[in-house]
Nanobody, 120 residues
Framework: VQLQASGGGLVQAGGSLRLSCEASGNILSVDDMGWYRQAPVKQRELVAT???????DYADFAKGRFTISRDNAKNTVYLQMDSLKPEDTAVYYCKIGLVPRDLLKFDDYWGQGTQVTVSS
């Protein structure tokens, strides 16, 4: 099983970015998906999560600016980020809970991280 995140980059304050993260491999089932971020010298923090049924939850800083969504057919989670601020600068990681067919055991899998840099 592999998670491939993409969509990060450099953007000016007020701009937008859309992150994607696809889980691939021999997957039996996929559960909750989420995005986290880690800024330099800070701990990793939750950005948003979404259940298989589409129920989303956001950190306070993300409410009203970020939108998480998913495509269950593609095992992919998205994060639309609007009105970006310099303080949103961080490495963004996706996390997907899933059961691989060969292991038949639920676990959380992490993507490799994608850098988001917001200039002022």
């Amino acid at each position: 099983v592999q998670l491939q995140a993409s969509g990060g980059g450099l953007v000016q304050a007020g701009g937008s970015l859309r992150l994607s993260c696809e889980a691939s491999g021999n997957i039996l089932s996929v559960d909750d998906m989420g995005w986290y971020r880690q800024a330099p010298v800070k701990q990793r923090e939750l950005v948003a999560t979404i259940t298989r049924g589409g129920s989303a939850d956001y950190a306070d800083f993300a409410k009203g600016r970020f939108t998480i969504s998913r495509d269950n057919a593609k095992n992919t989670v998205y994060l639309q980020m609007d009105s970006l601020k310099p303080e949103d600068t961080a490495v963004y990681y996706c996390k997907i809970g899933l059961v691989p067919r060969d292991l038949l055991k639920f676990d959380d899998y992490w993507g490799q991280g994608t850098q988001v840099t917001v200039s002022s």
